[in-house]
């Protein structure tokens, strides 16, 4: 049964700095890894999905980096900004899922101007 | 591109009381997905339809959950009775089902249940 992690639950920063969030999977056979975002009291917004085949995916200041082998993921946000405070969800699609997202618990960011 | 969209945003009810949501996903999206997410955790998947079939339904409590997609659009999900523990935002999400390292799901802002 896949299991994904995220480490740390939560994180607090001063606006501009550069920040990392992990996640790990216990399952390595997955198709791919996607990284949302998630404001309160709204639904989910995917930023960067990883296929199995890609180490890598950047859009903007997020760079999402996949290491299918040792079953983890990192997100870097570079120059943060206070817009950027929001949970942060880390989910797999696993091989033989029928295409079910798998997520972790959260990282809940806040950025402090 | 019109969204994926739920209604109600949100809902009290007391326990032992019934209470239904409503989804409508994109236009053209087969698949449609259920998930609960509950205070701290991350969406768990409850069921999953492609077209108007049930694809996995395995951790949806049948005793009080049903869900139905007639016609292979809008899903209506029902909780009767409801129970304390069934108190969180309940998502509903939709894709086009392409190639699975491709596969994308699209999420609705959510219903949120507070069952007293």
């Known amino acids: 049964k896949q299991e994904v992690t995220q480490i740390p639950a939560a994180l607090s920063v001063p606006e501009g700095e550069n920040l990392v969030l992990n996640c790990s999977f216990t399952d390595s056979a997955i198709y791919n890894l996607q990284w949302f975002r998630q404001d309160p009291g709204k639904g989910l917004t995917s930023l960067l999905l990883i296929q199995s085949s890609q180490r890598e995916q950047t859009s903007g200041r997020l760079n999402a980096s996949l290491d299918k082998s040792s079953g983890r993921s990192t997100l870097y946000i570079a120059a943060s900004q206070p817009g950027d405070s929001a949970t942060y969800l880390c989910?797999?699609?696993?091989?033989?899922?029928?295409?079910?997202?798998?997520f972790g618990k959260g990282t809940l960011l806040t950025v402090n101007p | 591109e019109a969204g994926v969209a739920q209604s109600p945003r949100y809902k009290i009810i007391e326990k032992r009381q019934s209470v239904a949501f409503w989804c409508n996903p994109i236009?053209?999206?087969?698949?449609l997905y259920w998930y609960q997410q509950i205070l701290g955790q991350g969406p768990k998947l409850l069921i999953q339809?492609?077209?108007?079939?049930?694809?996995?339904d395995s951790q949806l409590p049948k005793d009080r959950f049903s869900a139905e997609r007639l016609k292979g659009v809008d899903s209506t999900l029902k909780i009767q009775p409801a129970k304390l523990e069934d108190s969180a935002v309940y998502l509903c999400?939709?894709?086009?089902?392409?190639?699975?390292?491709?596969?994308?799901?699209?999420f609705g802002p959510g219903t949120r249940l507070l069952v007293l």
């Open positions: 999400a939709s894709s086009l089902t392409r190639l699975a390292n491709q596969e994308t799901q699209y």
């Open positions: 236009s053209g999206h087969a698949t």
């Open positions: 989910a797999v699609i696993s091989g033989g899922s029928n295409y079910k997202l798998t």
């Open positions: 339809f492609q077209n108007n079939g049930v694809v996995d």
